[in-house]
């Protein structure tokens, strides 16, 4: 199973959750992240959100960003974003009903939410913003990995 983590630039949220997600699935399932936008194609994740997930035994150092394109929408079989915004972005590339089914809000997905659907972005925040959000992403990437082992069992 294939899955797909996207958020605006790709250098913080979609990392973390690729990351966090990659260490709690086995290894016949493929995680990966992109963003929306192409700013910041071919650089590693934030400085901030490398230190983070080091802190919490999770290595994205290696992650180069990259923006999305029509084929991950054919490749992958589950497309989380990041905040309605990237959503809506997403999408917007959807070619058919098959690949619209494909993509989801990711705390939607993750029954983790109260009033907002939207992971909150650390990049104009300090290193407490950016720990509230790896905290946020680990605790929903628990939940939507039981959900996807109980879908590929």
């Known amino acids: 199973m294939k899955i797909l983590m996207v958020c605006l630039g790709n250098i913080c ?3 973390l959750a690729e990351g966090i997600l990659r260490n709690m699935l086995p290894d016949n399932f493929t995680v990966d992240s992109v963003g929306t936008i192409s700013l910041h194609e071919g650089e590693h ?4 959100a490398i230190k983070t997930a080091k802190n919490h035994g999770t290595d994205i150092s290696g992650q ?3 923006p999305i394109t029509v084929q991950d929408l054919q490749n992958f079989d589950h497309i989380y974003c990041m905040d ?3 959503y809506e972005d997403v999408i917007s590339l959807a070619q ?4 619209r089914k494909k993509i989801a809000l990711f705390l939607e997905a993750a029954g983790n939410y109260g009033e907002n659907t939207d992971v909150p972005d650390p990049y104009w925040s300090g290193m407490k913003g950016f720990e509230k959000v ?6 929903s990437c628990g939940k ?3 959900k996807l082992l109980s879908q590929n069992s």
């Open 96 to 99: 058919n009903e098959e690949q």
């Open 144 to 146: 939507i990995k039981t």
């Open 13 to 15: 949220r979609s990392p």
């Open 134 to 139: 790896f905290l946020l992403l680990e605790d």
């Open 64 to 66: 180069k960003s990259r």
């Open 45 to 48: 994740p934030d400085q901030r």
């Open 84 to 86: 309605l915004s990237v």
